[in-house]
């Protein structure tokens, strides 16, 4: 996982384009959910995969 | 015995050699009904004219010798996304607080093939998300049932009905079941038609379904799925099982991992060989690829109406839409090609075992009705589409259901189903209705 600045500068991000979507408040009462969303995001861009790692589903594997 | 105890196979048996008849039945679950809604609000609709209809229809083919199925005269609850032909389906949120299916979600005709009466719909969270439903905890009325599949839980575990469907995103169906104390079975992705179920997201929402046996359980996998899948598969030997020891324990609460500890004693001292097992490295990224997922397809779901209307749902689920929203498709993408590896790893993980065990929740049923629990034992299953089912295993000091989640390969639900009955006869839960009041 990359560090806790990048994740502070993506839940800004986040946060600023949620203003602008739907408020100032409706976005800071959202806060908690874009933290959690940020740090789910920067974890799945972090992770390494294979050129071969396809979307399986169960059925298939 | 009176008849709102008894278990799906009895009341079977009985209905088939004509000591007990459908409309018997349904007036003793209606009548529990009636006793217990008031406290414990799991219902959105009891559709007592239908099932009455229904009920009449099937005790008179019972006495011309005709049986639909296993579950011919068998009312079972069914969670309030189910599509269920002229009768109203909330999904829990105003927006469709008017709305009248005109047709059977695809389970609901294969319960009704097999006999089975709608008694009514149950309670679930808004849009089968994290916003509670109203309903109470059987075990204790000052707790919650879980979630998001509340009403159903709790309608089983009362006595209200003696199965029930739910539906699992992340830990929609073992959650409740736990906090209840049923059983609870969360199939492999895709076994049971998801379709004219509402979605919250495709890729992880299951069809699953509450009993309060797994020998119930059964007989309702084979009518959903075929009794190649529902069919127990009977152990040789008692089962070697591996014990996750990463992840778990460090969410777990004391007394759950107490309580977990203490059901494989019991386990062990009946001869299942119980070993520790190392989780895949690609396990410490599931939870977010999980939360990409949900958020990423409920975003996709909800966007026209949330659009037009965002305060049309409550807080929690319109935050999780505004989230998702804004996940780069890239990441999402991602996600779902870290779901192969994922399901690779653990297929590979199980490869010496009859199974995998965990803890079924992190706590017992929480104080109060705010919060449904946390899915994170739940969720990573959800996510790979493994089957899994829970039994109960025990209770905390202050007498709260403690659950064994057992988690299986892909399509193996003959074989869990086979563990978890020597689980469940070895760990000696009763299975009588709780008493609420």
Known sequence: MKGPVEKESLVKRLLNEAASNWGHEEAESMRAVIEGIAEAIIRVDSFNLDPRDEPFMAEEV | ?437
């Open chain 2, 1 to 437: 015995m009176e008849a709102y105890k008894l278990g799906i196979s009895k009341a079977s048996e009985l209905i088939h050699c004509g000591a007990l008849t459908p409309s018997q039945l349904l007036e003793a679950l209606l009548k529990r009904i009636e006793l217990l809604e008031p406290y414990l609000e799991a219902w959105v609709t009891v559709d007592e004219e239908g099932a009455r209809l229904q009920a009449e229809r099937l005790t008179g083919e019972a006495e011309n010798g005709r049986f639909r199925g296993a579950l011919h005269g068998i009312p079972v609850g069914v969670k309030d996304i189910y599509y269920t032909s002229g009768v109203r389906t909330t999904m829990g949120s105003p927006l469709y607080g008017d709305f009248v299916p005109k047709v059977d979600a695809a389970s609901i005709r294969l319960l009704k093939e097999a006999g089975a009466i709608i008694i009514g719909k149950t309670e679930t969270t808004e849009f089968a998300q994290a916003d509670p439903a109203p309903t109470r905890n059987p075990w204790n009325l000052n707790h919650t049932p879980g979630g998001s599949s509340s009403g159903s839980a709790a309608a089983v575990s009362s006595g209200m009905c003696q199965a029930a469907l739910g539906s699992q995103t992340g830990g929609s169906v073992i959650r409740p079941a736990t906090f209840c104390g049923v059983v609870g079975v969360k199939p492999t992705y895709g076994l049971i038609s998801k379709r004219g179920v509402y979605p919250l997201a495709w890729s992880l929402d299951h069809v699953g379904f509450f009993t309060r046996s797994v020998e119930d359980a059964a007989l309702l996998l084979s009518a959903l799925a075929g009794e190649e899948h529902g069919r127990p598969r009977e152990l040789n030997r008692p089962p070697r099982i591996g014990v996750i020891r990463g992840y778990f324990p460090e969410l777990a609460h004391e007394e759950v991992w107490r309580g977990h500890e203490q059901a494989l004693e019991v386990l062990r001292d009946a001869g299942a060989e119980v070993l520790d097992v190392p989780l895949p490295d690609v396990f410490e990224v599931v939870p977010s690829a999980h939360r990409v997922i949900m958020a990423s397809e409920s975003a996709s779901v909800h966007e026209e109406m949330f659009r037009t209307d965002p305060h049309g749902y409550r807080r929690n689920i319109r935050a999780m839409i505004a989230a998702g929203l804004m996940v780069p498709a890239s990441t999402y993408l991602r996600a779902l090609r870290i779901r192969g590896r994922f399901i690779e790893a653990m297929s590979a993980t199980m490869e010496d075992f009859d199974c995998l065990v965990t803890p079924s929740t992190t706590t017992p049923a929480l104080r109060g009705l705010e919060s449904t629990g946390n899915p994170a034992f739940n969720a990573p299953w959800s996510y790979g589409g493994l089957p899994t089912i829970t039994v109960p295993c025990g209770l905390t000091r202050g007498g709260l259901p403690l659950g064994l989640q057992i988690v299986d390969l892909p399509l193996n639900e003959s074989h869990m189903l086979g563990v978890a009955e020597w689980c469940e006869g070895v760990l000696g839960f009763p299975k009588d209705p709780h008493e609420p009041i």
